[in-house]
C-alpha cells in the first residue's frame, strides 16, 4: 500500500513540476542523493560526480515535458540521463574505460541490485547529512577527502584523540540508523 502513494505522490509532484517548473525542486530534493550515489559509483571523482550530478537535472529539468509516467520511478529515468552523460564524457575524454564493468555504463536500465545498492548510498548520504555538525565534518574529511586522522586532527584544530572519538560516535550513528533504515 505505501508504494502505491508513493507511486501516486511521485506522479503527482511530475504532473506539478511539468505545469509549473518552479516545482521540480521536491523531485530534485527527492532524487539528489541517489543519483549522486548512482554517480559517484561510476567515476569516483567527486568532482566529476557533482559536475555529473548537477548536469542530470538540468536535462531532467529541460526535458520533463517529455517525460512519460509509465509506472516505473522517476530516479530510473535519471539514472538513464546519468549513465548516458557518463558514457558521452568518457567517450569525449577519450578513455577506455569507466567502471569495473565497461558494460553497466552502456546499459540504459540499472539493474535491482544496483538500484538497492544506490538506495543505500543515498540513504546513507541524508544520515551523515543529520549527523551534528564535528561529526559530519570528520567523517567528511576521513571519508570522502580520505585526509588521515592527523590531517584531520590539524585541520579541524583537534586533538587525534578528538578526532577519534569524533568518527567514533559519527560512525556508531550511522551504523545504528543504517540497521533501522533497512529494517
Request: no cysteine.
Amino acid at each position: 500500500m505505501k508504494v502505491l502513494k508513493k507511486e501516486a505522490d511521485e506522479r503527482l509532484l511530475i504532473e506539478a513540476a511539468q505545469k509549473d517548473p518552479s516545482r521540480f525542486a521536491e523531485l530534485y530534493e527527492n532524487n539528489f542523493a541517489r543519483v549522486y550515489a548512482y554517480v559517484v559509483r561510476r567515476v569516483g571523482n567527486r568532482t566529476e560526480t557533482e559536475d555529473l550530478t548537477s548536469e542530470v537535472f538540468h536535462q531532467a529539468l529541460a526535458n520533463l515535458k517529455r517525460f512519460e509516467w509509465r509506472g516505473i520511478p522517476f530516479s530510473a529515468w535519471l539514472f538513464r540521463i546519468a549513465a548516458n552523460l557518463i558514457s558521452d564524457r568518457w567517450q569525449r575524454s577519450g578513455r577506455e574505460q569507466m567502471a569495473d564493468d565497461p558494460q553497466q555504463i552502456e546499459s540504459a536500465q540499472a539493474s535491482p541490485a544496483e538500484i538497492e545498492e544506490v538506495e543505500r548510498k543515498a540513504t546513507l548520504f541524508r544520515l551523515v547529512e543529520s549527523l551534528p555538525a564535528e561529526q559530519r565534518r570528520v567523517v567528511v574529511l576521513r571519508f570522502v577527502e580520505q585526509k588521515s586522522i592527523k590531517e584531520v586532527a590539524r585541520e579541524t584544530r583537534k586533538s587525534e584523540g578528538a578526532v577519534k572519538q569524533l568518527q567514533f560516535r559519527a560512525l556508531s550513528s550511522l551504523r545504528e540508523r543504517m540497521e533501522g533504515a533497512d529494517a
